[in-house]
């Protein structure tokens, strides 16, 4: 009887324990509610820090500051909608004459069905639009202009420049764009001088303040100007023995062919990555506290003036749930 009543005893003692647990886990999931508020302090002027005081203590706070990049209204977006699309570059062509050279042999390309597979033959498989202009071309048919034999019969260097073109028709859906090194068989002999002059390698082109800018319908203006990243660009050698001498960086692409391309016709392109010009990152918040500090205020500089929606995001969270409220203020920034 005694060990009956002893194991009835120790039974009811562990599921008195287990219950206890269970209500200790279930508290330890709790999470306190968000008592948070925020205020502007004095005025805010441009270029000048202001402060933003706090009310509460909450684990952790996010801030948007209601700038481009940083609007919490835009922390889903993916896309949007463009106003326009407009290019621009310069391009500059050394060591070449009338005499060597009878048509333009840079050519702006673009694609809309190239699959990304950077060969010969993944170029040679795509559909592409050759938007340069020929010399006996207007703007208007082909808007894009490359340094061509009457720009450079009298004078070995050829410029050629592309101002804020509009490129809308091309943008309406992803597309690459590529850069084409084509010239024929080179003049095995050299010498003379100006017009008169004929060089060992082919000639040298150079493309700089290569720009993308786009405008969003929220009035919003975005660059692509850097070549390495924004753009992306890679090399593909067509038809070139020697791949020196071809570089990319992020203000400049040199097309380059040494004296051993002289034999042969050549064919270089640089390619840009997938440009999608309606996918946008979605604005991200800062992280301005964790739960090993307690701030009292936050100090931001605005450095133009007009009228931002400052946004903050204050959360308590343990590993098991979250709790989280969003506290917005309206700042006038004025003028210096």
Known sequence: MKKKQKLIYSLCAWLAFAAGAMMTTACSED???????????????????????????????????????SNYANKDRTHVDIQSL???????QRYTTRQDFKEPIMHVMVSHDFTGNLTPEG??????????????????????????????????TGYATADNVDFSAYGEQPFYLAFKYLAPVHPTTTGGSGAMATY??????DIANLCLTKVTVEGETVLSDDMANDWGFSTVFVNADVDRNYNITATNL????????????????????????TS???????????TNTR??????????????????IATNANMWNSEQTVRQVQVVVNEE
């Open 31 to 69: 999470v306190e509610g968000v008592e948070f508020d925020v205020r502007v302090e004095g005025q805010a002027v441009a270029g000048q820090p202001m402060t933003f005081a706090f009310d509460g203590n909450p684990d952790y706070i996010s801030f948007y500051s209601g700038e481009s990049g």
């Open 86 to 92: 407009t290019m621009s570059y310069s391009m500059t």
């Open 123 to 156: 170029i040679a498989a795509a559909t592409w639009t050759d938007l340069s202009a020929q010399p006996d071309m207007t703007t208007a048919e082909r808007p894009f202009p490359v340094p061509n034999p009457d720009a450079i019969e009298n004078n070995p």
């Open 200 to 205: 060992a390698n082919h000639p040298r082109i």
């Open 254 to 277: 040199q097309f380059a062919p040494q004296g051993d391309h002289r034999d042969q016709e050549v064919e270089v392109w640089m390619v840009s990555q997938r440009m999608d010009v």
């Open 280 to 290: 946008v990152e979605p604005d991200r918040g800062e992280p301005i506290k964790g």
């Open 295 to 312: 701030v009292s205020s936050y100090e931001y500089t605005y450095n133009e003036p007009g009228t931002y929606t400052a946004t903050f």
